[in-house]
Nanobody, 122 residues
Framework: QLQLVESGGGLVQPGGSLRLSCTAS????????VGWFRQAPGKERKGVSC????????YYVESVKGRFTISRDNAKNTVYLQMNSLKPEDTAVYYC???????????????WGQGTQVTVSS
């Protein structure tokens, strides 16, 4: 069974950090462009970041540039999203997704995780 599982969400104060993990089972993540999306209450789900299979620089939405870092650990078949300097507006359910290329992952990915809640509040 092909599956993506996110973990690492939680409650954090403004200015704090969290690291989200996306682990795959049933397929090898280093063959896929892996992205992170988020959906805040009452809003549509939007792409936040994506890491490709090539040496191309990762994609970040403007609002997270300089604060979020996406990375891979191929040995663990896992992609991470390190989130620093968190703001209340980062509060959302975060999902990971995968497809062959980031251009496709960010538009219509073939695989989705179940999501993990991130809440930034004092």
């Amino acid at each position: 069974q092909l599956q993506l599982v996110e973990s690492g969400g939680g409650l954090v104060q403004p200015g704090g950090s969290l690291r989200l993990s996306c682990t795959a089972s049933g397929f090898t993540l280093d063959e896929y462009g892996v992205g992170w999306f988020r959906q805040a209450p009452g809003k549509e789900r939007k792409g936040v970041s994506c890491i490709s299979t090539s040496d191309a620089p990762p994609y970040y939405v403007e609002s997270v540039k300089g604060r979020f870092t996406i990375s891979r650990d191929n040995a663990k078949n896992t992609v991470y999203l390190q989130m620093n300097s968190l703001k209340p507006e980062d509060t959302a359910v975060y999902y990971c997704a995968a497809d062959r290329f980031c251009l496709r992952t960010l538009v219509d990915p073939g695989y989705w995780g179940q999501g993990t809640q991130v809440t930034v509040s004092s």
